[in-house]
């Protein structure tokens, strides 16, 4: 069973300069059974501080020192921060208390927290990162920057089913379709924890109220598109037969803020 939640059925929630109280409202909706898409638009060319690179776990440290482009360093330091200010949030706990990495069976990066259920997934993208939190079940997110392509009909190719394809070209603006498609396909794949282990063209997406997929991905799951900024799309995919989908937008600045000052209330 695939349930679809449209973004008009989403709580969208703002917190401007609540401070600590973004992080509350956090903490509250997963408690009570919601899945939360925490969300911080980044302006042109976000530098993360080194108190975030700090606030890192080692692994994370090793694996941003080897992205050579500046730009994707920062957005993955600053991903990985959201992440890590999130869980404590959710679990109130300190970072000793939980690790997000690789599960040795499917590649998966699993949350494990103690004493505790909860999962967990991240992207990032230009100009955007995502942190999917949720205690009902196995969870992925994606967000994508809508960009000009100039080989379009070579990747959808490669990705899209035979309807997808069909559906991309049909529409008035094409790129933004495909991207669409893209991010409920990264979502779900993400949920499975597949990777590349099934062909992408072997789910189809373009109904999100029925996923197509092969019988490897067995079991329900629902889809949800969230707002999102204007040049980006996100979706979120939960392996549950329904989804209570909050969607979160963290401001920037508050996030600076509380890594160069962690004793501000709130998170870490």
Not at 159 to 178: C, N, T
Not at 193 to 200: A, D, E, H, N
Request: with cysteine; net charge negative.
């Amino acid at each position: 069973m695939t349930m679809f939640i449209s973004p008009g059925n989403v709580t969208n929630w703002s917190p401007g300069n609540a401070g600590g109280d973004s992080w509350d409202r956090l903490g509250s909706e997963v408690a009570r059974g919601a899945t939360c898409v925490v969300a911080v638009t980044l302006p042109a060319s976000a530098v993360a501080p080194t108190a975030m690179m700090a606030g890192l776990r080692n692994h994370e440290r090793d694996r941003a020192a080897r992205l050579r482009v500046p730009d994707d360093r920062h957005l993955y330091i600053i991903a990985h921060y959201l992440l890590a200010s999130s869980v404590e949030v959710v679990a109130a706990c300190g970072p000793a208390s939980w690790s997000f990495v690789p599960n040795g069976n499917d590649g998966k990066p699993r949350l494990m927290v103690a004493n505790q259920t909860l999962h967990a997934s991240l992207s990032h993208t230009r100009g955007t990162v995502a942190v999917a939190i949720s205690r009902v079940a196995d969870v992925g997110v994606d967000v994508e920057a809508i960009t000009p392509m100039t080989e379009l009909e070579l990747v959808v190719k490669d990705v899209l089913s035979d309807r997808e394809r069909q559906a991309v070209f049909a529409d008035a603006q094409p790129i933004h379709m495909f991207t669409r498609l893209w991010t409920r396909k990264e979502a779900v794949v993400k949920a499975f924890g597949v990777g590349l282990g099934v062909p992408l063209t072997s789910i189809d997406v373009l109904d999100p109220t029925n996923v197509l997929r092969p019988p490897e991905l067995s079991g329900a799951v629902c889809v949800s598109d969230l707002p999102c900024a204007r040049s980006c799309r996100l979706s979120v995919a939960l392996l549950s037969p329904a989804i209570d989908p909050v969607s979160l937008e963290i401001p920037f600045d508050l996030l600076l803020e509380q890594a160069v000052s962690p004793s501000i209330d709130g998170a870490r």
